[in-house]
């Protein structure tokens, strides 16, 4: 089945964006697909202006669940939201796409930081952005989109030292004499190396690295990273793994006073080691390609190739996927397991939004199990096949429902033109929505739904504003949309 | 090399055929079933429970030595005798209800659970106890297994889920285990009347029901829409349970109600999945104060757990349930220097139910860091396991669910089996 160009800039825009409007559509449709490539992978050449339009006329509304007002940097509830909008209506969408891939990668937990400190300064810690705050903290999320494409090694650098990892992974506590293992051995297992690549002499060594990488408060105005000689341990410290080009593993005796050096060496070494390359390039992979069928190793290869050869930068190897030939090649669409977040924002960019408020889509999404700022532990949610139980789907069903009901009218209105018969109704929807083609069996319930319960179809407005919105709702619950 | 959680999801599963049975099987299946039979609910402590602030050796005196500002003083713990080496030990002081389903003889502690070269990594650890296989621990868990023996077609609510993911413990071949995080949200919803609703609905179960073997991506997203329809009607008579006492306002007080009310309604489901979190405290673990970390903990855990077990007492349900708890592992015997612990070796597992011989099995560490303690590892930073868990799933398995042991988890671990059942 040949697919058309629109297909596949519809295919390019559910994997590298959050789905398209057909206004999107037409936009990057008019330009080569290489150029529209580029156009979302050198985002900052678009104005970030998207918070901008934060409650204005003709985008998807917000619910201030602060008590005095919209709080995006104080309140956790208002924070998600913002992060939605912007999903839904950026125009540099692959920034916020790799957010939520960090996001997921360096998975940090709002409960704990709240449980430590408080609520608002929870998430200011993850979610402020600078020109949120008297004191220009970003948050981690905030990071995340700064450094969204940008260099591993300094994103891991900047992770270590972010206030929300260093309370969600203990390093705050971290002092010579009693190390805190915690965030050294998630550093190798999870963000970079993986488990089976080091032994647990590596996460005692290591947490020795990291003594005295701890928290403060200057003035008592914010938490920031605070490196306090006095905690470090400046004995020597070995590893199983060559820390240094020379192949030397042991990071030498320092003084205390240059002792935050052992980090950034170790980080270094962790960075460069040989697993961490093929690692972050099956992410990519998975995330991007298709991660349903037996992955492609050549590429994957090439792709943590140029991980080592670009010296850690992101964009290279996101590019190498979405200019490949590989990306448009059938077997590829329609491979990912869509995460609830992009089933909720492809869904609102392909329903419809006038008069919805992404407050009403936190509870279906933590039904759905994505909470945003809230992953179940740090090795983030379980991807793919763990996104799809009879709850989790049930809870897809039910938000398309949900968003169905609320847009009825407004699916009407659009069918008037199209509702002559049930078929013609249906092929809109379908059109709309961009499925994958449904097997026959599939097409004729849905036809046979549309027909349900009307003896005489004339195309009424009674008639499409029920059979629109259920037909909306049948989709967009189906299993074929879970897929992207 | 161990294979992470992730990757087995995203490689492993795609061999199996997980599916829903049709439900035109569910009412006959049900209905054979009937009521009366043995229920499990596996309960889960996520993070890895320090063993030792739950049940404290508290005449040890490096127990006080190692542990001087999360050491439970001897004074507050809840005594519950000595074990056979007459180490004298006592419950978390906030147990208060375990100690009395202790007292009644039906609480089984079972000291120094665990295996050979524990691994410290959650996840890791998580999938060793999941699956009873230290050695690979991916593939199906050793429940999923125990539903792949049993008669197919296998009614879907043979097993129940109370959390979103699907735990890997019950990771089978052949059934695809239902999560039902909330009863009331179990329901399908639709846009328009209950009359179109009732076609919306049969749209959609026709939808749900192709499963291309050339697609099993799309098989198994389908396959979860269709266990949803075939699970949701029988799901919603538990709406209606009554329990005979007010449970905890918690997740996981509420979900063991819902369990107790699938119990009682007889709906036909004999495993059930049940977990509460927060055990991974690396800092500020507040053994102690009586509104520390740990404290809520044991609050949670007791609490729920007590209500739960009197309400199935209530309703002479309790010989009919056995609760059998776990964690990924226990924590290191020295604090940290943020009064917590960091991840360590072998823990505790705890079985009660009303045909439980309770009681103090196994031995208590000596917590003295002497090379020739053999009851330590990791140079005497952690408790070195004595009862292998298989050899408690193996009791479980033979006595209680009534299949064959050594089927179920590829060895024979009936020897060092503690008699709990």
């Avoid at chain 2, 740990?294 to 609760?323: C, H, K, P, S, W």
């Amino acid at each position: 089945m040949a697919r058309g160009r629109e297909q596949h800039i519809e295919h390019l825009l559910r994997r590298a964006a959050f789905g398209a409007t057909e206004e999107d559509v037409a936009r990057y449709a008019n330009m080569p697909y290489v150029a529209a490539v580029e156009r979302l992978l050198t985002y900052d050449n678009i104005p970030d202006e998207v918070d901008g339009k934060i409650g204005q006329p003709g985008y998807v509304g917000v619910t201030a669940r602060a008590a005095n007002g919209f709080q995006p940097q104080a309140n956790i509830d208002d924070a998600r939201q913002r992060w939605l909008f912007r999903m839904v209506h950026s125009q540099r969408p692959l920034q916020e796409k790799m957010a939520l891939f960090w996001h997921n990668h360096f998975a940090t937990a709002y409960s704990k930081i709240s449980g430590t400190f408080n609520g608002t300064e929870a998430t200011r810690m993850l979610a402020s952005k600078p020109s949120d705050d008297p004191d220009r903290v970003v948050g981690q999320y905030e990071l995340f989109r700064q450094n969204a494409l940008g260099n591993f090694r300094e994103l891991m650098i900047a992770v270590a030292k972010d206030p929300a990892m260093l309370v969600w992974l203990d390093g705050r506590l971290n002092v010579r004499g009693r190390p805190q293992e915690n965030f050294a051995r998630e550093l190798m297992e999870l963000f970079t190396m993986g488990v089976g690549t080091f032994q647990e002499t590596d996460v005692y060594a290591g947490a020795r690295v990291f003594t005295g990488w701890n928290l403060a408060r200057p003035n008592n105005g914010y938490y920031a990273f605070s490196y306090v000689a006095a905690q470090h341990d400046t004995d020597a410290k070995e590893f199983s793994f060559p820390i240094y080009p020379n192949g030397s593993r042991v990071i030498g005796g320092r003084a205390a006073a240059q002792g935050m050096q052992d980090g950034l060496d170790l980080i270094d070494a962790v960075v460069r080691h040989p697993a961490t390359g093929p690692r972050l390039a099956r992410k990519l992979y998975d995330f991007f390609m298709n991660e349903t069928d037996t992955p492609d190793q050549a590429l994957i290869q090439d792709v943590a190739r140029i991980y080592y050869e670009s010296g850690y930068e992101i964009k290279p190897m996101v590019r190498r996927l979405l200019t490949s030939s590989q990306f448009h090649e059938d077997r590829n669409f329609y491979k990912r397991y869509s995460w609830p977040v992009e089933f909720v924002a492809r869904s609102l960019k392909e329903v419809g939004w006038s008069g919805f408020s992404l407050a009403n889509t936190l509870t279906p999404l933590l039904n759905m199990g994505q909470q945003l700022f809230e992953p179940p532990d740090v090795a983030g949610w379980e991807l793919g096949r763990g996104w799809f139980s009879t709850g989790g789907m049930l809870a897809r069903m039910n938000f398309a429902a949900q968003l169905a009901s609320n847009q009825k009218f407004n699916l009407r209105d659009l069918a008037r033109p199209v509702g002559k018969s049930p078929e013609s109704l249906l092929s809109f929807v379908l059109d709309r929505l961009t499925p994958n083609d449904y097997a026959p069996s599939a097409y004729n319930a849905l036809l046979d739904y549309a027909r349900a319960g009307i003896s005489n179809w004339t195309g009424s407005d009674d008639q499409l504003a029920t059979k629109t919105s259920g037909l909306v709702h049948l989709v967009v619950g189906s299993g074929d949309y879970q897929l992207v | 090399m161990a294979i992470t959680r992730r990757e087995f999801v995203r490689g492993g599963v795609a061999a199996f055929t997980v599916g829903f049975a049709a439900p035109a099987f569910i009412s006959d299946l049900a209905r054979a079933q009937g009521r009366a039979q043995r229920n499990l609910v596996i309960l889960y402590l996520s993070g890895g429970n320090d063993a030792l602030s739950t049940l404290i050796p508290y005449t040890d005196s490096q127990y006080y030595a190692r542990r001087p500002t999360l050491g439970i003083p001897a004074a507050n713990v809840l005594q519950i005798g000595s074990d056979r080496n007459g180490q004298a030990l006592g419950l978390h002081p906030r147990l208060t209800g375990l100690k009395s389903i202790f007292d009644a003889g039906r609480l089984a502690i079972v000291q120094r659970t665990g295996y050979p070269n524990s691994s410290r990594s959650h996840f890791q650890g998580t999938d060793i106890w999941s699956t009873a296989d230290p050695s690979s621990p991916s593939g199906t868990g050793w429940l999923g297994r125990y539903l792949d023996l049993l008669p197919s077609p296998l009614d879907p609510l043979t097993a129940w889920s109370t959390v979103r993911e699907t735990p890997r413990t019950l990771l089978a071949r052949t059934v695809g285990v239902p999560s039902i995080p909330s009863v009331a949200g179990y329901a399908f919803a639709s846009p328009n009347t209950p009359t179109d609703a009732a076609f919306a609905r049969d749209s959609a179960l026709r939808i749900a029901s192709h499963l291309p073997a050339d697609q099993p991506h799309l098989a198994f997203v389908n396959s979860t829409a269709q266990g949803a329809f075939a699970t949701l009607d029988r799901v919603a008579q538990v709406n209606t349970y009554v329990s005979t006492l007010t449970y905890p306002n918690n997740g996981f007080a509420q979900a063991l109600r819902a369990i107790a009310g699938a119990i009682a309604k007889g709906i036909g489901t004999k495993v059930f999945w049940v977990q509460t979190g927060g055990y991974d405290t690396h800092a500020t673990q507040g053994t102690n104060p009586a509104n520390g970390a740990y404290t809520q903990l044991m609050a949670t855990l007791g609490d729920g757990v007590a209500a739960f077990y009197r309400d199935l007492e209530n309703q002479g349900l309790l010989r009919d349930t056995l609760i059998l708890q776990f964690s990924e592992f226990s924590r290191r015997i020295t604090e940290n220097s943020s009064s917590g612990t960091d991840h360590g070796a072998a823990g505790l597992m705890l079985a009660i139910g009303g045909t439980v011989r309770g009681g103090l099995y196994g031995t208590a560490a000596r917590l003295n860091p002497t090379p020739d303690n053999q009851t330590l590892e990791n140079n005497g930073a952690d408790v070195r396991f004595e009862t292998d868990f298989r050899s408690v799933y193996s009791k479980v398995i033979d006595s209680w669910l009534g299949a064959d042991a050594n089927a179920i988890l590829g060895g024979d671990f009936r020897a060092g089996a503690p008699n709990i059942l």
